[in-house]
C-alpha cells in the first residue's frame, strides 16, 4: 500500500520537474533565437521547404497518401505565412489562427493514418503478385511526426514575437544594447503566464514563491 502512495508521489514529482525543465528549456531557446532572428527565419524557410519535398518523396517512394500529404503541404504553406513579418506575430491574425488548426488537424489526420492501416481486399490477397503492404515501426512513426508534424509548429511557437498589445501589463519593457525594444519571445509569454499563475496561487496558500519580492506573505 505505502508503496503505491510511493510511486504517486514520485509520478507527480517526476512530471513536475519535467514540466519545469521544458520551461526552462523553452526559455532559453527563446533567449537564443531572440539574439539570433536572421538566421532562424532562414534556416526555418530552408526547413519547410526540405519538409515538403520530404513529402513528395514519401508519397513517390513510399505510396503515402496523396490527399493527405497533400493536405500537409498546404500547411506548411500556411507555416510558411508566419515568417513575414518574423518574429512578429499576431495571435490573433488569421495566418497565426489557421496554423493552430491545421497543426492540431495534420496531428489527428496522421495519427488516424497509421492507426487505421488499409487492409487489402480478399481478391488482392489471392493474386499471385501481391505484395503485402509494409507496416511503419514505432520508430519509424514517432520519427514522422516529431520530424514532419510537431518540429516546425514547435519551432515557430519559440521563435515568433507576440505582439506588444497581447503582452501581460506586468512583463518588464526589455531594451537591447542598442537601446532598442526587444519583444517578448511567444514561449516567454505563456512561461511566464504560466508563472505568475502559479505565484498567485502558492500566495493564497500563503506563501511566496517569487524570488523578487522583497517581503514574505505569510
Not at 504517486?8 to 514529482?13: E, F
Not at 519535398?53 to 497533400?70: E, H, M, R, Y
Not at 495519427?111 to 509494409?134: C, G, K, M, Q, T
Not at 532598442?180 to 503566464?193: I, Q, R, S, T
Request: aromatic share 16%; net charge neutral; with cysteine.
Amino acid at each position: 500500500m505505502f508503496l503505491q502512495i510511493l510511486s504517486y508521489i514520485g509520478a507527480v514529482v517526476g512530471f513536475l520537474f519535467l514540466v519545469l525543465s521544458i520551461a526552462s528549456g523553452l526559455y532559453y531557446i527563446s533567449e537564443l533565437v531572440e539574439e539570433h532572428t536572421e538566421p532562424t527565419k532562414r534556416f526555418l524557410r530552408k526547413l519547410i521547404y526540405g519538409i515538403i519535398a520530404t513529402f513528395a518523396l514519401l508519397v513517390l517512394f513510399d505510396k503515402f497518401p496523396v490527399k493527405l500529404s497533400l493536405f500537409s503541404i498546404f500547411s506548411y504553406y500556411i507555416y510558411l505565412q508566419n515568417l513575414v513579418k518574423f518574429p512578429h506575430v499576431e495571435l490573433t491574425s488569421p495566418v497565426f489562427l489557421s496554423s493552430v488548426v491545421l497543426v492540431i488537424a495534420n496531428h489527428f489526420l496522421w495519427f488516424n493514418h497509421f492507426h487505421n492501416p488499409e487492409i487489402p481486399s480478399l481478391d488482392a490477397w489471392l493474386r499471385s503478385d501481391y505484395v503485402p503492404p509494409r507496416i511503419p515501426t514505432f520508430l519509424e512513426i514517432c520519427s514522422f511526426f516529431g520530424l514532419l508534424v510537431w518540429f516546425i509548429p514547435f519551432a515557430l511557437f519559440v521563435s515568433l514575437s507576440a505582439h506588444d498589445n497581447l503582452l501581460p501589463h506586468h512583463n518588464e519593457v526589455r531594451v537591447s544594447e542598442d537601446g532598442k525594444k526587444k519583444k517578448n519571445g511567444l514561449a516567454k509569454v505563456v512561461v511566464a503566464g504560466i508563472r505568475e499563475y502559479i505565484y498567485a496561487f502558492s500566495r493564497k496558500l500563503g506563501y511566496e514563491l517569487d524570488p523578487h519580492r522583497d517581503s514574505i506573505v505569510y
